[in-house]
């Protein structure tokens, strides 16, 4: 069973910076895709960055430069490292896995939540 549990967040002045942190365990194809995902008030959920086995990473548009996703092999851990951050990046950020070995390339291409089957609880960024 796989389990991911997030943390890092919370309320930050806009320019300044916060890392979110996923906790993952009992995953095995999930560990070639990971992504990161965000909702906020009124909005759909939206893919903000994937990162696969080899290390090659996703970005949407909006926070290219400033946010870097990345992963802990030993600590069986994902990042997301958020800069600059902006009034508009308010919202709940999910930790999210592949669940099937035939997800694993558009899920990590193209950022779309139905590729992923697990997730984390969800954790809130603020900024002000």
């Known amino acids: 069973h796989v389990q991911l549990v997030e943390s890092g967040g919370g309320s930050v002045q806009a320019g300044g910076s916060l890392r979110l942190s996923c906790a993952a365990s009992?995953?095995?194809?999930?560990?070639?895709?990971m992504g990161w995902f965000r909702q906020a008030p009124g909005k759909v959920r939206e893919g903000v960055a994937t990162?696969?086995?080899?290390?090659?990473?996703t970005y949407v548009d909006s926070v290219k430069g400033r946010f870097t996703i990345s992963k802990d092999n030993a600590k069986n851990t994902l990042y997301l490292q958020m800069n600059s951050l902006k009034p508009e990046d308010t919202a709940t950020y999910y930790c999210a896995a592949v669940s099937s070995r035939w997800a694993l390339a558009r899920a990590c291409r193209y950022r779309r939540d139905a590729d992923f089957g697990y997730w984390g609880q969800g954790t809130q960024v603020t900024v002000s």
């Open positions: 990162i696969d086995s080899d290390g090659s990473t």
């Open positions: 009992g995953y095995t194809y999930s560990s070639y895709c």
